[in-house]
């Protein structure tokens, strides 16, 4: 009786919790406040990326006995008027081997627009095991009218991934930089749309070699 108690005592707050997200969300649409951190470190969903440097990358012993599935997808905020896609779906990986991807991007508007990737995992468990050493996502990206460019994305999969998870999730959301400019191309005030994410630079520290 207890641990049901404690459950449903849990459950009450984490809808609590959500509540004052969800409150949140719609009075700072356009806030520069990190919610979606907020979100995903309440609900444990989705997971930040790590980074490691090339040394530390290149010094990875590569299991070969394992192949993990590196899946690709992404997404551009209401208020961002790009086309933005993986021009890889999904890629065999063996955990310790440096891989570099791409993705696409183009500005459909007549006009240049500064963006914001933002980068999840999922599951979330494999979250700490997946590391970055190169990514469009470590500066903003500024596209001119039309301008298209294919952005890499260079990363590897730690050893130390849970044997269970075969299937990795590499996720990016695509933000405006500019409050006018996304309120311009259709933002609605919605949580995502022109949310400063400089933050996210600095919440991928980066691994340095051991030696």
């Not at 260079?154 to 044997?163: A, C, T």
Request: aromatic fraction near 8%; hydrophobic fraction near 40%.
């Amino acid at each position: 009786m207890a641990r049901k108690k404690d459950i449903r005592q849990n459950n009450k707050r984490l809808v609590q919790k959500l509540a004052v997200v969800a409150l949140a969300m719609f009075g700072f649409g356009f806030a520069m406040v990190p919610l979606y951190d907020v979100f995903c470190e309440i609900t444990g969903i989705n997971g930040k990326t790590g980074r490691v440097d090339a040394q530390a990358a290149a010094a990875s012993k590569v299991d070969k006995s394992r192949t993990v599935t590196v899946e690709f997808t992404g997404h551009t905020s209401s208020g961002l008027p790009w086309e933005f896609k993986p021009l890889r779906k999904k890629i065999d990986v063996h955990p310790g081997q440096t891989v570099v991807v791409k993705y696409y991007a183009r500005n459909m508007s007549d006009e240049a627009i500064i963006g914001q990737a933002v980068p999840s995992v999922t599951p979330g468990q494999a979250a700490e095991h997946f590391n970055k050493v190169e990514c469009f996502c470590f500066s903003q990206q500024k596209l001119a009218p039309g301008e298209v460019k294919e952005m890499p994305v260079q990363f590897v999969v730690n050893p130390g991934l849970p044997r269970g998870v075969r299937t990795i999730t590499l996720s990016y959301a695509f933000f405006n930089m500019d409050k006018a400019s996304a309120k311009k191309y259709g933002a609605k005030g919605d949580r995502a749309s022109n949310r400063n994410h400089r933050h996210q630079v600095k919440a991928d520290p980066v691994v340095a070699s051991g030696g």
